[in-house]
Structures are given as C-alpha cells and as structure tokens.
C-alpha cells in the first residue's frame, strides 16, 4: 500500500526533472542533443529522488521474496529498471542488486552450492555485460580500453571488452585511496566527514563551495572517489574505523533478520 503512493511519488519528480532538464539521457542520445547523463535531474532533489526509489525497489523485491502482492512487486522492479535504463544510471542498478543479493540470503536459511554456480555461470557474468553495455552506448564506446596495458591486450581477445568497464569500476575505490594516501593532510575534524549529508541546495544558497573531500580522482574517467574518502581527508588512514560502529549495526540487524523481523532484513540490506 505504501509502495503504491510512492510510485505515484517517484513519477511525478521524474516528470517534473524531464520537464525541467529538457529531456531525459535516452531522448537526448536519439535526438543527438549533446546532452549527458550528468545534464539530467535538479540537485538535492534528484539525490531525494534516488533515495526513496532504491528503497521503493528494495522493499519491493523483500515484498516479492516473502510472497506479498507478488505481481504488483514485480511491476515495481520493472519500473525501476525501466527508469534505469532510460537514464543509464548503472550505478543505482548495481546497488540495488547488491541490496537484493543479501536479501536473498538472509532470507536462505543455508546458501547452497548451487547458489554460488548459478551466481557465477549466469548472474555475474550478465551484470558484468549489460555494466560495459550501458557504459559503451553512455559514453559512445569503451573509454577504458585505450588504458590497458600491452601485455593484457591478448586476455581481451578471449574474453569481452565489456569486462574493462566493470574491473575498473571495481576497482576505483581502492585505487584512490592508494592514489590519495601520501598525500593527504587530516583536518583533524570532521570538515568533511559529513559534507555529503548537506544538500547542494544549501550550497548554492549559502554561496558555499561544495568541497567534499580532499581526494584527487586517480582516473578523472570516474566520477566516483571512494567512501571512505571525507573520514580519511578528515583524520587519515585511522578514519576508516569510524565505520566499526556501523558494521557492529549492520550485525546487530543481521541477527534480527535471521530471526525474520521484516524491518532489520530491509535496514541490514541497505547498511551493509
């Protein structure tokens, strides 16, 4: 029931974002406007936006595994990845997958062998593919491939060029921490630990330069940086271990959702 209002919810902002950004990705590289993902939503809103839908589709999909309104469930993930897809924003399907994967298995009692075939024969390598897809049609052909090595340039001939799109990504996290740690000088407070939680509304309003943190990307190719990048800026490689406190919650909701409270299988899915 509540799922139903906030679709309602969710396409009514996405209507008004179009309205306001002339447009949305898919229309645009059809109608070669020029125009890019990063062009398309208003900010502060389009982050709220992002957030209700991945709990909308993460909700939906423990509604569907429990067996509730299972048809109306699998609409709402149709929904999602139909927007997904007309926006080609990989990065949200990649959570919501990840959301999913532990939904599954604290909803197993014991994962089986045939849980880590399946998973390895079919799902991975699928997400694996349709990530470079998305990639390649986003940014008009495989960006990383010009990066590769020489004595790698042979494994790409056996397997799919889509895989660079994906290695890199998974990857970049770790390589900007590496990239990063040398150099960087802790403020010693939390500056900007919780920059992230301001809304760029407030930014803009304040006259404030948003400075999330005090990284350099390793690869500017990538947009994203790390999550440990405003604690590590903030008070060094020791910083990291404010996240115990989470993963000491994270735990405490896995116990409850092994006992099938409801509400900690969802929290435990989206903390961890």
């Keep these: 029931f509540f799922n139903k209002r906030l679709k309602k919810i969710l396409i009514l902002i996405f209507l008004f974002e179009s309205f306001v950004s002339g447009g949305f990705p898919l229309f645009w590289i059809i109608s070669g406007s020029g125009y890019t993902h990063v062009d398309f939503g208003i900010p502060t809103l389009h982050g709220f936006f992002h957030g209700i839908l991945l709990y909308f589709v993460t909700s939906s999909f423990l509604g ?12 709402n ?27 599954f298995l604290v909803l197993q009692n014991k994962v089986k062998m045939k849980h880590f075939i399946v998973g390895g024969l079919f799902i991975v390598p699928i997400v ?17 491939l010009i990066s590769i090595s020489p004595e790698w340039s042979g494994f790409f001939e056996i397997f ?3 895989l660079a799109w994906f ?6 996290a770790l390589n900007n921490v590496y990239f990063n740690i ?26 404030i330069e948003k400075m999330y943190d005090s990284f350099t990307l390793a690869d500017g190719r990538i947009t994203v940086s790390t999550a440990f990048q405003g ?3 903030d008070f060094g490689v020791l910083g990291i271990l404010a996240y115990v406190p ?13 006992f099938g409270d409801t509400y900690s299988i969802l929290y435990y899915s989206m903390f961890i």
């Design 231 to 233: 604690l590590i800026s």
């Design 182 to 207: 040398d150099n960087i000088e802790p403020v010693g407070y939390p500056m900007y630990t919780f920059a992230k939680l301001i809304p760029t509304a407030l930014y803009d309003l304040l006259g």
């Design 77 to 103: 993930m149709a929904f999602f990845l139909f927007y997904a897809a007309i926006v080609f924003n990989r990065g949200i399907v990649v959570l919501f997958l990840l959301q999913a994967l532990f939904i």
């Design 64 to 75: 569907f595994m429990k067996g509730i309104s299972r048809k109306e469930n699998l609409k």
């Design 167 to 172: 290695y890199v990504y998974a990857t970049g």
């Design 128 to 144: 694996i593919w349709l990530f470079g897809l998305l990639g390649d049609i986003r940014s008009g052909g495989n960006v990383f």
């Design 246 to 258: 989470i993963l000491i919650y994270s735990h405490v909701q896995y116990r409850k959702a092994m």
């Design 160 to 162: 799919p060029e889509n």
